[in-house]
């Protein structure tokens, strides 16, 4: 079974920063790219950021500019450091692990951004 363990969560003001943290099986680490979505009430789950196991990221650009994805090989953990929070980045904050061998969910942290 696929344990994706998420951290960090929480209520912040405008213009605060968290870091995120999911953490995982070594064999998961090494074998599979690594994602955070979240998903806002009443709106679809989007992507905030992607890096592969080589280390490339990707960011889409509502969030560009304000997070970091990067990945600890020493903790099997995965983080999203997110600076400047703004109300519209409140939502649950989803780790995603995927791969060929298969597609994993975290339980979900939630963020809230208070103005």
């Known amino acids: 079974q696929v344990q994706l363990v998420e951290a960090g969560g929480g209520l912040v003001q405008s213009g605060g920063s968290l870091r995120l943290s999911c953490a995982t099986s070594?064999?998961?680490?090494?074998?599979?790219?690594m994602a955070w979505y979240r998903q806002a009430p009443g709106k679809e789950r989007e992507l905030v950021a992607t890096i592969s196991r080589g280390g490339s990221t990707t960011y889409p650009d509502s969030v560009k500019g304000r997070v970091t994805i990067s990945r600890d090989g020493t903790k099997n953990t995965v983080y999203l450091q997110m600076n400047s929070l703004k109300p519209e980045d409140t939502a649950v904050y989803y780790c995603?692990?995927?791969?060929?061998?298969?597609?994993?969910w975290g339980q979900g942290t939630q963020v809230t951004v208070s103005s």
């Open positions: 995603y692990v995927y791969s060929s061998r298969g597609r994993y």
């Open positions: 070594e064999s998961i680490f090494s074998n599979y790219n």
